[in-house]
């Protein structure tokens, strides 16, 4: 019954084009959810990953492996190296001109990812910041590596206590982005945020996987036995000349990278590993549950449940 509503809903009925976006905290599932779907509704996948975008980092960003990628076409896995600059505006242009093209075929399509500014940057669109000239980045970055994260939070407080409230204070790369543009603008980071945005040409409908807290750290600490099991020593062996890329400040590499310079045992960086990926998940949670239009469902939902609410969904949204 399920499988000839939501082919009506597909074929027939729906008027207009809709983005189905699967959010959620890492090892969640999101991966099996998104091909399900894609099978489902006939459609392609679009990654909002913001680390899986890069080939030479498989194992370690938990990447669809092959027999995944030829279960449904994916796009933005492994198209881009760690040598090339690819941002989050280049990628909202990128994934809106592929959304585009895919809904020449299809009404719908699949998003998936747990990178929050990624997944806000196409279903939103992203706010519009000055050009920056690049010495203030050189400047912070001089005063992060001598000093570390501290005196740069303290001078956001300085500038911007509104951002400093609001943004995830333990990463290097928000902290630093907001301080660029007080600094290179003089005006708080805060001011450019949340203004008038370029429309868009279809409907998202949010769909969130989650689980009580400690079910979510336990499939985390597995995930990461299972990675090592896999070679992620090796793939961090590897990378380690290029450490100093930004795309390479990730979790899962960094912490190995501590243990080549010999500042960790290798059983500590993986356990560092695993808890900074729970506290990543808790970031996530913390982002997307600031969004009001996310359907949330438990994990261990079937597939079929999941389906049946899109169905509906865009059933009475055609309706109304």
């Known amino acids: 019954m399920v499988q000839n509503i939501a082919l009506n809903v597909a ?8 983005l189905i976006s699967i959010v959620g905290p890492t090892a969640i599932g999101k991966t099996n959810l998104s091909i399900a779907l894609a099978q489902h509704f006939h459609t392609e996948i679009i990654s909002a990953d913001s680390r899986q975008f890069f080939k030479e980092m498989q194992i370690g960003t938990a990447a669809p492996n092959q027999e995944e990628l030829q279960a449904a076409p994916h796009h933005f896995i492994h198209h881009k190296s760690i040598f090339e600059d690819y941002n989050v505006g280049a990628f909202e242009k990128d994934a809106l001109n592929t959304l585009e093209n895919l809904f020449k075929k299809n009404r719908l399509a699949i998003m998936v990812g747990g990178s929050g500014l990624y997944v806000d940057a196409v ?5 519009d910041f000055p050009e920056i000239d690049p010495s203030v980045r ?9 000093d570390g994260l501290e005196p740069l939070k303290k001078q956001l407080k300085e500038l911007d206590i509104n951002t400093y409230k609001t943004i995830a204070l333990e ?5 630093m982005r907001a301080l660029e543009v007080c600094i290179g603008s003089g005006k708080p980071y805060s001011s450019f945020i949340n203004k008038k ?10 769909i969130g996987l989650t689980a009580e807290r400690e079910v979510i750290y336990q499939r985390i600490n597995e995930r990461v036995d ?8 090796e793939e961090a062996k590897r990378l380690y000349p290029n450490k100093e890329l930004n795309s390479l400040n990730t979790v899962g590499y960094k912490e190995l990278f501590k243990y080549f310079e010999g500042e960790w045992t290798l059983d500590f960086a993986i356990s560092e590993i695993k808890k900074n990926s729970r506290r990543f998940a808790k970031r996530q949670l913390t982002w997307f549950k600031k969004t ?3 359907s949330w469902f438990d994990y261990k939902t079937h597939v079929a ?7 509906e969904k865009i059933e009475r949204d055609e309706a109304s």
């Open 123 to 127: 279903t939103k669109g992203l706010d």
């Open 138 to 146: 050189n400047n912070l970055n001089i005063i992060l590596d001598k």
């Open 171 to 175: 990463n290097p790369h928000r902290v």
């Open 305 to 311: 449940e999941i389906i049946n609410a899109i169905t």
């Open 292 to 294: 009001d239009d996310i």
């Open 226 to 233: 299972l990675m090592v099991d896999m070679g992620l020593l």
């Open 11 to 18: 074929a027939n009925y729906i008027m207009t084009n809709y």
């Open 197 to 206: 945005k370029d429309s868009r040409n279809f409907k998202t409908l949010s």
